[in-house]
T-cell receptor, first 114, second 111 residues
């Protein structure tokens, strides 16, 4: 079955630690996205990538980093510079950045602070 | 900057009643608008995508309308069922080809 796989489902971070969230898709999509969702709020865009080896900052990129070395993979690192990392993180993909292709989402990773 | 508002924030209805969920956005220069469903602790499931040139889009019991000039979209769910209980999010796609999300409407359908 084609889809987006996020792992782990739950993640705990200690103070001063970097953690990496995994996102893999087998939909052959070019574009991938990372969003953050806080309780009772809509999603906010962290980073997005239109193609391999290229990515752009979204609205709340500070304290996060990404890489796009393979088409199917778009990992997100939450660095120690992100002072309020507790949130639900969602990865999405679409055929392309432009046009009318819908975005499809993974099941999310919930990050908490120890 | 695009701002998206969804009203009401929460809605509780008896089974069988029709649902009307509203979405308004400030930048009417959109390419399309997507409606999503989110179950607790889960990701988003795409329900409908309505293009800027369309007035409405239908899928089964779901119907989404779009009035781009007034910055509004409405999602209608006919003959609601307990399985429709979830949070519904709208997201217009505007400048920069990025989605902007509303805060969602939390729906509870009581048997």
């Amino acid at each position: 079955d084609g889809g987006i796989t996020q792992s782990p489902k739950y993640l705990f971070r200690k103070e001063g630690q970097n953690v990496t969230l995994s996102c893999e898709q087998n939909l052959n999509h070019d574009a991938m996205y990372w969003y953050r969702q806080d309780p009772g709020q809509g999603l906010r865009l962290i980073y997005y990538s239109q193609i391999v080896n290229d990515f752009q900052k979204g609205d709340i990129a500070e304290g996060y980093s990404v890489s796009r070395e393979k088409k199917e993979s778009f990992p997100l690192t939450v660095t120690s510079a992100q002072k309020n990392p507790t949130a639900f993180y969602l990865c999405a993909s679409s055929m392309g950045l432009y046009g009318n292709q819908p975005q499809h989402f993974g099941d999310g990773t919930r990050l908490s602070i120890l | 900057k695009q701002e998206v508002t969804q009203i009401p924030a929460a809605l509780s209805v008896p089974e069988g009643e029709n649902l009307v969920l509203n979405c308004s956005f400030t930048d009417s220069a959109i390419y399309n608008l997507q409606w999503f469903r989110q179950d607790p602790g889960k990701g988003l499931t795409s329900l409908l995508l309505i293009q800027s040139s369309q007035r409405e889009q239908t899928s089964g019991r779901l119907n989404a309308s779009l009035d781009k000039s007034s910055g509004r979209s409405t999602l209608y769910i006919a003959a609601s069922q307990p399985g429709d209980s979830a949070t519904y999010l709208c997201a217009p796609k505007a400048a920069g080809n990025k989605l902007t999300f509303g805060g969602g409407t939390r729906v509870l359908v009581k048997p």
